[in-house]
């Protein structure tokens, strides 16, 4: 475990990933030698038809043959008895059909175009005649309407790609131009001060994932050349291909076809480049800057000046043949370089305070401190200091400096008196080589091998005891397909992938080098054995924790760390083949997909590894005062509260995921197909190597350990009822119009994060927190010190983590129905329904939750007995008896169901005359009674525990991104003016290079309001369990908004004020339409019964190429990230008694960002 996360103090640069690199590639040429049976979902294209001759009768036994463009390769087949042809398996690009048949003549058709998982309908009508002459079929029609399946989605060219502005180069940012998709946390795409994961920088956040057809951003999955590139434990993005490097993007929405599994929401697969014929390759440079910018909303309302920092993105593409019309290479690079520096503002100790004379706070704040322990008060605030924290500190001023400046807010010269450099860094460098060898006609092996080392960090800090953390991403992937045709009517496809993906985030660095993995040592702080560097978090609670001019004076920062770090090391195996058999009028196929999954973890729990001591202030004032000085507190060494987390080392969890599916793809007519598919997965339950899990049987009322006593090693049940069938139609009623239709189910298990696994389970992993008794007039109260550490004994309460016994896979029932029609050879417009169901959602709730102080709930009689049996405790392990009833049990249920309806209407204009365009619209209701452990991005959506565990209707309601109207638009236009174009075709060179051959790309993403939920604070006694945070008030009456503005988005009318407990009449007289829940009572507000502001962001993209010789060429590039800059503001304060109801503080868009680019291309 030292050595994992020693490797993540070292910031790691260029040469590291060099180094890995290298190490990487003999991997990826062990890969391309094994020819094993593996395969997975479609990255491919087909091309099917009829041909017949000038009667309209069928052709038997003629010759077809598509040849790619690029390659040359060619591929042939036969048509049977009713005259149908089926090419499957091949690679995206560019075409060109050629038939030839006996007593005709050759007919040719293209160059026609293959996307992701089309099946291009082509229909050859042969004329009379020898074969020596040939005729060009029209291309009038091109197939571009989708006759051959009903699943719903959308398909990002190269051309689209490579144009769109992307922030960051975020190939994820894509995924929102797709119907049905929206994404609350748009707006930091790309951003590396917000909280991305984009292809930059790897995070274990999943704010930059789309949520589609109205399912949680986490049941998506991310397919690169087949091969699944996700970090499993958290349900996000594990590596972000460069746009550089891919063909084409196809997010799959909904009906897929029953070879692709495991999604519940958008199946994205991503193609990478491969080489072809000719030599092609780039080199390109991104440059941005604060100079470049504007500033942010915030900063300007609070008159800061920007941040300053560079970014860069910089890399290259090259690909071509190693044996023309046999064997090609395709190879990328991109690194990514963020640096940002500044000074920061620190309130530290002045120095009086550094020899306990606290007389400050006495004349300035009037706050007179007191010795509860005594009773008497201490004589001009002077105090004792006995705590070792501050005896180090304060004697060792290089580590904690003294005030370096005038506060320019604080009278008292403490909030804000010292000033220091803060410099933070992002990079990352990663890489992709790629294989395809066309052995002969009947055999095609592809390999991939994709590495990528991506890490942030601080490099400093305004003081060295402040401990920031630093992260590494490590990722290595390899993929091998075989294409094996046994016959013009069987061709097996099969892949084989591994992938490391590995995570790791939040491990704390000390910049000065003197405390390492001693810090507490160092302090005086006795506790077990470091991972992580610095010493505990020393926090203050009061007066202190309120920063700002008004009520900051006297304010000073804790320090110390507590960090929560998440090492993930994701090992998947996948292995699976898909076999495909033209049989008449039926296509066959059928598959088997074998994926084993190994998920390696190290968490603390979210009390942290180090542990933190939070000082109250009520030890050192008179009982009942009103404002206590938790500094006070800090000096006489007395905590009111001591929190840490506990855990055994590294956990390592297993589990298979299998597939089986057939599907039928049956020509009924010409002009009608249906698409009859049935899928079976099943999950197995996910295991510990060294079965280090616990569980809370509900029924025995014991505590299970994995592998003793007959418990099986998961503790949770097998699911095989995972059959999953697939329907579909697709009806050509004219040759321009086509009817589509479908229903399927879908299953997915997810991931669920670290903090809720069976491992973080006493006695395996703790987590400890216990506060001392307040002084009262007749107490001297209890504390704890840091002098005596951290209590080594049993907690005395304890979090249990409980996975029912028939966990269940979560599933939807989808049903579409759309009509796609053709309006020119290259544009089309598509309006349907889509209806999505979703079961067995993942639902945290609280077990031992009580519905009063004196009523025990339905799990109390569980709870209350709840204990180890001591022959049921592994061995090596100690007895830890543990009565929970005054702890929190936290059960993972799949109780939770979704309900999702659309209208959704597509125009797409495909590349043609230099324009290329699509715009979606949206108009749905997305409903839930859980929005998952997760939470959604950039909502005030409340705990994601639910309110009353025992009344789940009451959080039946909207959806976090239940978006009612959604618009998304994106597109490039080549500009008529310039030499060889429809103005300006005479031009002189020098005026064509200044003015003509421009391009300009843009996208639009337009949200109606944004839900939101009102909250209120938790009036529960000590003895009910309720979750941990707000909870959500009475509504008396309809929320009627007059006045609104940014500081009252509610509204500044009588109807926006809020009652206390129980009232619904206000002090002034009048009617509220909120109140505070009464005590230990429950509100009746349901989730996201609010709504926000909408949003809106504009990207544009202005570009010229410069031709230099033959092929080569230099492309200029401007993109400008929020163009006209406009504020789409973040939602509302939802706390209806927190003083701030309604005020708007923040927003969801990023201020204007412009990128500089140049690219060398040939």
């Not at 949520?211 to 970090?231: A, K, M, T």
């Not at 703790?766 to 307040?774: I, K, L, S, V």
């Not at 950039?938 to 959806?959: F, K, L, R, V």
């Not at 504020?1127 to 309604?1142: E, K, V």
Request: proline share 6%; hydrophobic share 35%; with cysteine.
């Amino acid at each position: 475990m030292k050595r994992i996360l020693s490797g993540l103090r070292q910031r790691q640069g260029l040469s590291a990933a060099v180094r890995s690199m290298r190490c990487g590639l003999p991997l990826f040429v062990l890969l391309c030698a094994v020819c094993m049976t593996a395969a997975g979902q479609t990255t491919t294209g087909a091309v099917r038809g009829t041909i017949t001759d000038p009667t309209g009768a069928i052709v038997p036994g003629a010759k077809v043959t598509v040849a790619n463009v690029a390659t040359g390769i060619k591929t042939v087949d036969v048509t049977n008895q009713a005259g149908e042809y089926s090419i499957r398996f091949l690679q995206i690009g560019q075409y060109r059909l050629t038939v030839e048949a006996a007593g005709f003549k050759t007919a040719n058709y293209g160059p026609f175009s293959l996307e992701i998982d089309q099946t291009a309908k082509i229909d050859i009508p042969l004329s009379v005649g020898t074969a020596s002459t040939t005729v060009t079929v029209s291309d009038q029609f091109q197939p571009i309407l989708q006759t051959e399946n009903a699943t719903n989605g959308e398909t990002f060219t190269e051309n689209t790609i490579n144009s769109v502005p992307l922030n960051g180069r975020d190939f994820a940012q894509l995924t929102v131009f797709t119907p049905g998709a929206v994404s609350t946390g748009y707006g930091t795409f790309g951003t590396v001060s917000g909280s991305s994961s984009n292809s930059s920088e790897r995070s274990t956040n999943d704010s930059n994932e789309a949520n589609v057809n109205g399912s949680r951003q986490q049941s998506n999955n991310y397919l690169l050349d087949g091969q699944e590139i996700n970090e499993n434990i958290n349900n996000t993005i594990g590596y972000s291909p460069s746009p550089d490097s891919l063909e084409q993007i196809r997010v799959i929405a909904s009906n897929a076809n029953a070879e692709f599994g495991n999604v519940n929401g958008g199946e994205v697969v991503m193609v990478m480049k491969s080489g072809s014929n000719q030599f092609h390759g780039s080199a390109f440079g991104f440059l941005s800057n604060d100079n470049l910018n504007a500033n942010s909303w915030v900063n300007d309302n609070q008159g800061v000046p920007k941040a300053g920092y560079t970014q860069s993105i910089f890399g290259g593409t090259f690909g071509g043949p190693i044996i023309r019309d046999k064997l090609f290479f395709f190879v990328d690079y991109e690194a990514f370089r963020y640096h940002s520096s500044g000074q920061q503002a620190y309130s530290v100790a002045p120095t009086a305070f550094r020899t306990g004379d606290l007389s400050l706070i006495g004349s300035g704040l009037g706050i007179q401190l007191y010795d509860t322990q005594t009773g008497t008060p201490y004589a001009n605030n002077q105090v004792p200091i006995t705590n070792p924290v501050a005896q180090y500190l304060f004697s060792h001023p290089n580590i904690y400096p003294l005030p370096n400046r005038q506060s320019p807010v604080d009278p008292l010269n403490i909030f804000g008196n010292f000033i220091g450099p803060h410099d933070i860094f992002s990079r990352n460098s990663q890489g992709d080589v790629k294989i395809d060898w066309h052995l002969h006609n009947n055999d095609v092996i592809s390999g991939r091998y994709s590495q990528g080392y991506a890490e942030d960090g601080t490099v400093s800090n305004p003081i060295p005891v402040e401990f920031p953390s630093a992260s590494n991403y490590p990722d290595h992937l390899g993929t091998v397909t075989w294409t094996h045709t046994f016959s013009p009517a069987i061709v097996n496809y099969a892949r084989a992938s591994y992938a490391r993906v590995q995570f790791n985030s939040g491990v704390t660095v000390d910049p000065s080098g003197v405390f390492g993995l001693n810090g507490n040592s160092i302090v005086g702080i006795p506790s077990k054995p470091q991972q992580t560097a610095g010493f505990s978090l020393q926090s203050f609670n009061g007066i202190e924790s309120q920063p700002n001019p008004s009520k900051g004076s006297g304010y000073v920062d804790g320090f110390g760390a507590n960090p929560t770090p998440e090492v993930f090391v994701d090992n998947v195996f996948e292995y699976a083949d898909n076999l495909t058999w033209q049989r008449g009028r039926h296509l066959f196929k059928f598959g088997v997909e074998v994926t084993r999954y190994q998920q390696n973890s190290f968490y603390p729990g979210n009390d942290g590894e180090l542990g933190d001591f939070t000082y109250s202030g009520q030890y050192t004032v008179a009982p009942g005062a009103k404002t206590p000085y938790p500094f006070a507190d800090f000096l006489t060494n007395r905590v009111f509260d001591v929190q840490v987390g506990n855990v055994s080392g590294l956990t390592g969890q297993r589990q298979y995921r299998d597939g089986v599916f057939a599907q039928d793809d049956f020509k009924v007519m010409q002009n009608l197909t249906l698409n009859l598919g049935m899928r079976w997965e099943f999950d197995q339950p996910i295991y510990e190597v060294n079965d280090k899990m616990a569980n809370v049987n509900m029924t025995t009322k014991q505590i299970e350990y994995a592998g003793v006593d007959g418990n099986s090693r998961a503790l949770y049940d097998p699911v095989y009822t995972q059959f999953q069938p697939r329907f579909g139609f697709a009806y050509q009623a004219t040759p321009r119009w086509v009817i589509r239709g479908g229903y399927g189910i879908t299953s997915y298990l997810e991931g669920m994060g670290a903090n809720l696994r069976l491992t973080q389970n006493p006695p395996f992993h703790t987590d400890f927190e216990q506060q001392g008794q307040a002084p009262t007039s007749t107490s001297k109260g209890t504390f704890f010190t840091t002098t005596a550490g951290f209590p080594t004994s049993t907690p005395p309460t304890t979090t249990f983590y409980v996975w029912p016994k028939d966990l269940k896979p979560s599933s939807t029932q989808e049903v579409t129905l759309s009509t796609e029609y053709e309006i020119t050879p290259s544009s089309t417009f598509q309006v349907g329904y889509v209806g999505i169901l979703g079961h067995h959602l993942t639902e945290p709730y609280w077990g031992n939750q009580r519905v009063s102080p004196d009523v025990l709930g339905p799990y109390d009689s569980i709870v209350g007995t709840l204990k180890s049996n001591g022959q049921n405790i592994p061995a090596g392990t100690s007895p830890n008896p543990a009565d929970v009833s005054s702890g929190v049990v936290k059960i993972s249920a799949t109780e939770a169901a979704s309900n999702y309806n659309a209208l959704q209407a597509v125009f797409r204009q495909r590349l043609t005359a230099g324009l290329e365009l699509t715009a979606n619209y949206t108009y749905a209701k997305a409903l839930t009674d859980d929005f998952g452990y997760y939470g959604v991005t950039n909502t005030n959506s409340g705990q994601y525990y639910q309110q009353d565990a025992y009344n789940t209707a009451a959080e039946w309601g909207s959806a976090g991104f239940d978006i009612r109207q959604a618009l998304s638009v994106s597109g490039e236009y080549d500009l008529p003016f310039g030499r060889g174009k429809r103005f300006g075709g005479n031009w002189s060179r020098l005026v064509d290079y200044a003015i003509g051959g421009w391009k300009l790309a843009g996208s639009d993403v337009s949200y109606t309001a944004f839900p939101v939920t009102a909250s209120s604070p938790a009036n529960y006694s000590s003895t009910v369990y309720a979750f941990t945070g707000a909870a959500r008030p009475n509504q008396n009456l309809p929320l009627k908004v007059t006045g609104r503005s940014i500081k009252a988005y509610w509204g500044t009318a009588v109807q926006g004020t809020s009652c206390g407990p129980g009232q619904v009449i206000n002090s002034a007289g009048n009617p509220c339409v909120f109140s505070q829940q009464p005590n230990n009572a429950f509100g009746n507000v349901r989730p996201f019964s609010l709504r926000g502001p909408s949003f809106e962001q504009i990207d544009m993209s202005v570009f010229k190429s410069f031709s230099m010789w033959r092929e080569h060429r230099f492309d200029f590039r401007g993109d400008f990230f929020n163009v006209f800059n406009i504020a789409s503001y973040q939602s509302p304060d939802s706390g209806i008694a927190d003083g701030n109801f309604g005020q708007i503080t923040n927003t969801n868009s990023t201020e204007r960002h412009i990128q500089l680019s140049l690219k060398y291309a040939f």
